[in-house]
């Protein structure tokens, strides 16, 4: 089956992407994030995370982060999507890992800090009080970054072919490697989705939100906005059904498959 390149190259990245959908539809619902994949949590429009992006990629820019690697060290929620999403604005690479708790995971951390060599971290401030004095990396707060920062920010120069996020894998059997994505990864992928489950802007569509899987097994960062649809994120590290999102697309790792690889 052949799918329209005219459609898939709509888009030369994933900021123009979003820039549009919170221009033409500001209002309407982007993101829902389900605690315990039932209680409705936390909203975020297509215009609230666009603002929310632009005052982040202006925080990044104006510390010369653009073409540069930057960790992120989230737990569940949409303060993970403001983040990664911020990372694009600034044209950085964002480098997702699930933060350690505690002693645990820490050891993951320090060999993906160690290959990928990011110049910052993006947290939450709970979590840079942890992690601050073994972690030997710059950290940043998305919740304390001033928000009128969006006025400041500016389109970098990014197409098809920049580099959007790295991926690595859990490192439960072996060292984490990393997969590098472009944004024409990305809106590639999305466009498949799309067409293969017929998704438009009347869509609803539930995943897990990243945790403790690897992100590359969720579509739920970008999917979202490709289809201009409402996307309801589950926290993955309590797997209780989406029952009250009432979603007729359902995506989830299948662990049957991901045993085999």
Same mark, same amino acid.
């Given at each position: 089956?052949?799918?329209?390149?005219?459609?898939?190259?709509?888009?030369?990245?994933?900021?123009?992407?979003?820039?549009?959908?919170?221009?033409?539809?500001?209002?309407?619902?982007?993101?829902?994030?389900?605690?315990?994949?039932?209680? =409705?949590?936390?909203?975020?429009?297509? /215009?609230? $995370?666009?603002?929310? &992006?632009? @005052? +982040?990629? *202006?925080?990044?820019?104006? !510390?010369?982060?653009?073409?540069?690697?930057?960790?992120?060290?989230?737990?569940?929620?949409? =303060?993970?999507?403001?983040?990664?999403? /911020?990372? $694009?604005?600034?044209? &950085?690479? @964002? +480098?997702? *890992?699930?933060?350690?708790? !505690?002693?645990?995971?820490?050891?993951?951390?320090?060999?993906?800090?160690?290959?990928?060599?990011?110049?910052?971290?993006?947290?939450?401030?709970?979590?840079?009080?942890?992690?601050?004095?073994?972690? *030997?990396?710059?950290?940043?707060?998305?919740?304390?970054?001033?928000?009128?920062?969006?006025?400041?920010?500016?389109?970098?120069?990014?197409?098809?072919?920049?580099?959007?996020?790295?991926?690595?894998?859990?490192?439960?059997?072996?060292?984490?490697?990393?997969?590098?994505?472009?944004?024409?990864?990305?809106?590639?992928?999305?466009?498949?989705?799309?067409?293969?489950?017929?998704?438009?802007?009347?869509?609803?569509?539930?995943?897990?939100?990243?945790?403790?899987?690897?992100?590359?097994?969720?579509?739920?960062?970008?999917?979202?906005?490709?289809?201009?649809?409402?996307?309801?994120?589950?926290?993955?590290?309590?797997?209780?059904?989406?029952?009250?999102?009432?979603?007729?697309?359902?995506?989830?790792?299948?662990?049957?498959?991901?045993?085999?690889?």
């Amino acid at each position: 089956m052949s799918y329209s390149s005219e459609r898939i190259n709509t888009f030369d990245s994933l900021v123009r992407l979003l820039e549009t959908r919170a221009a033409d539809h500001p209002d309407r619902l982007a993101y829902t994030f389900l605690r315990d994949g039932e209680v =409705e949590e936390t909203n975020l429009t297509y /215009g609230e $995370l666009a603002r929310k &992006a632009r @005052a +982040v990629g *202006a925080w990044l820019q104006e !510390r010369k982060m653009q073409n540069q690697n930057v960790l992120l060290l989230y737990p569940p929620g949409l =303060e993970y999507i403001v983040a990664f999403w /911020g990372c $694009l604005y600034a044209g &950085a690479v @964002a +480098v997702p *890992a699930y933060p350690p708790s !505690r002693n645990r995971h820490l050891e993951r951390i320090e060999s993906i800090v160690s290959d990928a060599k990011p110049q910052l971290a993006l947290t939450t401030s709970s979590i840079r009080a942890r992690i601050e004095s073994s972690l *030997a990396l710059p950290c940043g707060v998305t919740e304390e970054i001033n928000p009128e920062l969006a006025e400041s920010w500016r389109a970098p120069h990014i197409d098809h072919s920049t580099l959007a996020f790295l991926q690595y894998t859990s490192g439960s059997t072996a060292m984490p490697k990393g997969v590098m994505v472009t944004h024409g990864n990305l809106l590639h992928n999305e466009e498949l989705i799309r067409h293969a489950f017929h998704q438009n802007e009347h869509s609803i569509i539930a995943g897990w939100l990243p945790g403790k899987l690897p992100s590359c097994f969720s579509p739920s960062r970008s999917r979202t906005a490709h289809a201009s649809a409402t996307r309801c994120l589950i926290d993955c590290t309590r797997r209780k059904r989406a029952s009250s999102a009432r979603t007729p697309a359902r995506w989830g790792p299948n662990y049957s498959n991901l045993a085999r690889l």
